[in-house]
């Protein structure tokens, strides 16, 4: 059986709401990924974009050795059975699932 898993972004701005597409941001060390949509995306390129276009080109930042998210195997296997995902039994659930988990994870705690 196949089945298809969609994430559905909507804008990280408080009150907006709106369908929204992942952006990353980094500024020394610190690096974050929000979801805006297109007018607060545009807003945001405004806003940077004097500093971008006078500045040198940077070099890439080290990739990280490990770009995962640990979460609970078990939580994640007796999350998947119940929303019908299909889910390997043993070893680390793929990201595929663990995406998806983590999402509902984190609406969970907004709603409570
Ligand atoms: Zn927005």
């Excluded at 607060?40 to 990280?64: C, F, M, W």
Aim: glycine content about 6%; hydrophobic content about 35%.
């Amino acid at each position: 059986m196949a089945q298809i898993i969609r994430i559905y972004r909507t804008c990280d701005v408080s009150d907006c709401g709106r369908d929204a597409a992942e952006h990353v941001l980094a500024l020394g060390k610190t690096r974050r990924s929000i979801d805006l949509c297109q007018a607060h995306a545009d807003e945001l390129n405004k806003t940077v974009q004097p500093y971008l276009s006078i500045g040198r080109p940077a070099p890439r930042a080290r990739k990280a050795s490990k770009p995962d998210v640990f979460v609970n195997p078990r939580a994640v296997r007796a999350w998947a059975k119940e929303h019908g995902v299909p889910c390997p039994e043993i070893g680390t659930p793929p990201l595929a699932v663990k995406v998806p988990y983590l999402r509902w994870w984190c609406d969970q705690r907004q709603v409570g």
